[in-house]
């Protein structure tokens, strides 16, 4: 992952990146997310960006940890959110089973598929037994650089494809969405719920 420009794009655009996210109904996600959980679950938001679904998760009464690789957006969140949001990378998360969710919208599709398998890794082991992970990502075959940061992009089939010989986690669910925000409803994203 070029994870320099990635989180310097972040750094750099944060503000801007937080008024265009912070209002965006992803709410039929997170519902279908929070299915997997019981009342008061734990989750790790990771890769928070603006806050937006913290505070929603925060709201409803769940107990949540919040992490981005960003040092602005943790700023950022935190303020909007009210609890304190950790700057870290994907590849330093280490817990193990901690969490009976873990939200991953749209933010580890920044990690190269090199990368990936590991994180995913890390993920899993950061769960509960039958905890469940919530990740999206562009819909497509892309890899590389775009618009100033690092995507991997994904189908259902390539997706089952680049998990198939990893036994801790399985899909439970995936659908695909247009994109909320206004004047990107053409863009397709791939939402997948993997349960451990």
């Known amino acids: 992952m070029n994870t320099v420009n990635t989180l310097s794009y972040y750094d750099e655009m944060a503000k801007e990146f937080c008024e265009n996210t ?3 109904d992803i709410s039929a996600q997170r519902d279908r997310f929070l299915d997997y959980l019981k009342d008061g679950a734990s989750i790790l938001d990771f890769g928070c960006g603006s806050g937006r679904d913290t505070k929603a998760f925060l709201d409803l009464g769940y107990k949540i940890t919040a992490i981005d690789g960003s040092s602005e957006l943790c700023k950022v969140a935190s303020e909007y959110t009210g609890i304190e949001v950790k700057n870290m990378l994907f590849q330093e998360l280490d817990d ?4 009976d969710g873990i939200w991953a919208c749209s933010s580890i599709l920044h990690v190269s598929k090199k990368e990936l398998k590991s994180v995913l890794e890390k993920m899993a082991n950061a769960l509960k037994d039958g905890g469940v992970i919530y990740t999206s990502f562009k819909y497509g075959n892309f890899e590389g650089e775009r618009n100033g940061r690092y995507f991997s992009d994904f189908t259902e089939k390539s997706f089952l494809e680049y998990i198939s010989d990893f036994s801790e986690i399985a899909i439970a669910d995936s659908w695909i ?3 909320v925000r206004p004047g990107r409803g053409e863009e397709k994203w791939l939402n997948l719920i993997l349960k451990k």
Request: proline content about 0%; aromatic content about 10%.
């Open 22 to 24: 912070v209002n965006a």
């Open 96 to 99: 193990i089973e901690k969490y």
């Open 177 to 179: 969405t247009s994109d």
